[in-house]
């Protein structure tokens, strides 16, 4: 069978279930005690085991399978879950992923087959701790006697077994019934909703493991579990299940009525037993409506989403070319037909910008366990809190922001939180903090990075930039604290005298500021010196469709992204300045730095006469103020970004290209790159 049409499939799964194992483990690093947590690790391991067998891909299969045995002696309590066992299992998830990526790459899951990890997991099983848990004595404790196989544990609560004792002493049988399906099976959830409904004919069932839920949404391997309580005999229900296509084996074991409450009216037993079941059913329904709401969704390659920006891209131009075209005012018809196609248009593109955006939380959900790693490495107590991570920007965004991010991270936890020792010295509390927030503020999305570490000694920077040459000791002593800050992005640039394996190559800070200019924003740092530092990030919330100010220089007409314009003045020329060679004028007691675009664009001037006023554009570039001078204003317009062409990448000062209306393209100024 030709697996190759799955692969798609599977890749996306299996990022998935990894990145939800990924979780679960630091969850189960916090509570080691949390059953419902190492149930879902196992489940994930469970379900990939099962995916991998499936697709052909045996290494991937075997460790999953080493894991299963591993996290199978967990839950009989076999296993006590310390920092060492958690080590072992991410370094599990470490070669799962390694082995998605080679799949992804070539196809292939590699050759490596992980034996140091294998060993790891089966001197686990060697060392594991004979405690008081015999599990053949589990009826006395509600849980039912472990067969060898994925849901040996399926546990009864007091109320399931209240109703099990009430059916025997009706006359009724209650068994556990474990199904295990055929490897080859593909509909597993269709399967075994034959196999419940052959159940429900002969019974009622109780309960099941896994969940109904995770059954029907193929959330297992290719075994089940379910308790029933029936008339009929187990010959007779084995017989039926047998009958059912791709069942590969059935295990039935009767449960026996067990002392589980001092209560002696059955009765009441039996109200309040039934009356669980209901409320669980009730329960379950509204998990099955949340279930079916979820499921109404649909993997889409970004491919086609990029496709269909295009259209709607080409449909915002044809729409701004009709608003140009002049038509007798009479012509009402005309003009409400425009009017209805600009709403029309507004509206799919705001619906495929919202098919486009996806949660922050993709990209961080990667650092929980970075910063783990990271602390460890360091000797350093390090807590990650993340903020606002259902925060939703476009797909392209989330695509490049996350190496950023990861610079900052890695910072924060070097450079800025310090060794427990220090910080108790400081009465600070051992563990140091960092903060990862995101949330939108008008058309743009900001991220912040803090820490509450060592601040940046700014007279350092101060220092180590006259060391380099960058400028001299006079003009380094008259700059402002933003201003040497602006030094930590310039490429090799750093203070740390120690290079180490995580930072202090001076490659860092530059490489971020670059790829975050690079998506039209902007990163500004506040740092208080023993207090510690926030980076924060600010960008645009599309990459593709946005609102601009169209201006002329010349005879040539450029667009200004509208999200960095703080206003538009006039001034005459009498009140332009000359400081330090730069171009200045005053705006409100504040000395803003004047840009002559016609003059850095080198755009041939029009023959005009001298004007008396002139029009100045103020740009904000993240505390800064720049004036742009430009010829002449044309208007606000929402505008296509297209891209200039790789023989053209690169180019300063311009961000790329816009086709207008009269079929002109008007080149996007790139205004971090031109703000003093």
Same mark, same amino acid.
């Given at each position: ?61 075997? /460790? ?51 034996? #140091?990890?294998? %060993?790891?997991?089966? !001197?686990?099983?060697?060392?594991? $701790?004979?405690?008081?848990? #015999? ?9 039912? *006697? *472990? ?14 077994? #209240? ?38 004919? &002969? ?15 193929? %959330? ?45 009216? &059955?009765?009441?037993?039996? #109200? ?11 329960? $379950? ?10 499921? $109404? ?10 496709? /269909? ?9 044809? +729409? ?44 961080? &959900? ?13 000797? +350093? ?10 925060? =939703? ?35 600070? *509390? ?33 220092? $180590? ?15 402002? =604290? ?48 023993? !207090? ?39 001034? %005459? ?31 041939? !001037?029009?023959?005009? +006469? ?10 904000? +570039? ?46 996007? /100024? ?7």
């Amino acid at each position: 069978m030709d697996m190759s049409q799955y692969l798609e499939l599977f890749i996306d799964e299996s990022k998935e279930h990894l990145q939800s194992l990924n979780q679960s483990l630091l969850e189960l690093e916090k509570k080691p005690d949390s059953m419902p947590t190492l149930n879902e690790i196992f489940r994930v391991a469970h379900t990939l085991k099962g995916m991998s067998g499936t697709m052909g891909y045996s290494k991937m299969a075997a /460790l999953t399978h080493d894991m299963e045995n591993v996290l199978q002696k967990i839950r009989n309590g076999k296993i006590k879950v310390n920092s060492e066992v958690i080590d072992v299992l991410f370094k599990c998830l470490d070669a799962l992923e390694n082995y998605l990526q080679s799949i992804i790459k070539t196809g292939a899951e590699g050759e490596d087959k992980y034996e #140091n990890v294998i %060993k790891m997991l089966n !001197k686990l099983l060697e060392t594991e $701790k004979t405690g008081d848990t #015999n599990p053949f004595v589990a009826n006395t404790k509600n849980q039912l *006697p *472990p067969l060898e196989h994925a849901s040996a544990s399926l546990e009864l609560d007091e109320y399931v077994q #209240n109703v099990i004792n009430k059916a025997i002493d009706m006359g009724m049988n209650a068994f556990r019934v474990t199904v295990r399906l055929n490897k080859g099976c593909v509909l597993k959830s269709a399967r075994a909703f034959i196999i419940f409904k052959a159940l429900e004919n &002969n019974g009622s069932i109780l309960k099941s493991d896994p969940k109904v839920e995770d059954i029907e949404d193929e %959330k297992f391997d290719f075994e089940f579990t379910v308790v029933i309580v029936s008339k009929e005999t187990s010959e007779k229900i084995s017989k039926e299940l047998y009958g059912i296509a791709e069942v590969e084996e059935v295990i039935i074991d009767p449960i026996y009525a067990s002392s589980v409450s001092e209560k002696n009216n &059955n009765q009441v037993l039996q #109200n309040e037993a039934w009356e669980l079941e209901g409320e669980e059913e009730q329960v $379950k329904e509204q998990k099955n409506k949340e279930k079916g709401r979820a499921r $109404k969704t649909v993997r889409v390659d970004i491919d086609r989403l990029d496709n /269909l920006m295009n259209l709607v891209s080409e449909l915002i131009i044809i +729409k701004t070319r009709l608003e140009d075209i002049d038509v007798d005012d009479s012509n009402q018809g005309y003009s409400e037909a425009v009017e209805y196609l600009e709403r029309v248009t507004t509206s799919l593109h705001d619906a495929v910008m919202k098919v486009r955006m996806v949660p922050v939380e993709m990209v961080f &959900n990667r650092f929980p366990r970075m910063i783990r790693d990271l602390s460890r490495e360091l000797g +350093k107590q390090i807590v990650l809190n993340m903020y606002g991570s259902d925060t =939703e920007v476009d797909r392209t965004v989330i695509d490049e922001i996350g190496d950023p991010l990861i610079h900052l991270l890695r910072n924060a936890a070097d450079h800025g939180i310090e060794t427990p020792e220090i910080r108790a010295s400081r009465n600070k *509390p051992k563990s140091g903090t960092i903060n990862l927030k995101s949330y939108h503020d008008g058309n743009n999305v900001i991220i912040e990075v803090q820490d509450d570490g060592n601040g940046i000694d700014i007279e350092k920077v101060r220092k $180590k930039a006259v060391e380099k040459g960058l400028v001299t000791k006079e003009v380094a002593d008259s700059l402002s =604290e933003k201003e040497v800050l602006d030094f930590l992005f310039r490429p090799s640039f750093s203070t740390v005298d120690k290079v180490t394996d995580i930072s202090g190559r001076g490659v860092g800070l530059d490489v971020v500021k670059t790829k975050i200019e690079a998506l039209g924003g902007v990163i500004d740092i506040e740092t208080e010196k023993g !207090k510690g530092s926030k980076f924060i990030i600010r960008l645009p919330l599309t990459l593709a469709i946005i609102q601009a100010l169209m201006v002329v220089l010349g005879e040539e007409k450029y667009a200004i992204p509208l999200n960095s314009i703080k206003e538009i003045i006039k001034i %005459k020329p009498e009140d332009i300045k000359l400081v330090q060679k730069q171009e200045v004028f005053l705006l409100r007691n504040s000395v803003i730095p004047l840009i002559r675009l016609d003059r850095i664009l080198e755009v041939p !001037k029009s023959e005009e +006469k001298e004007k008396k006023q002139a029009t100045i554009i103020i740009v904000r +570039k993240g505390d800064k103020l720049t004036g742009f001078m430009v010829d002449k204003l044309i208007g606000q317009q929402e505008i296509v970004i297209k891209s200039i062409g790789k023989h053209l990448s690169g180019i300063k000062y311009i961000a790329g290209a816009t086709i207008l209306g009269d079929g002109q393209v008007a080149l996007i /100024l790139d205004v971090n790159s031109l703000a003093v």
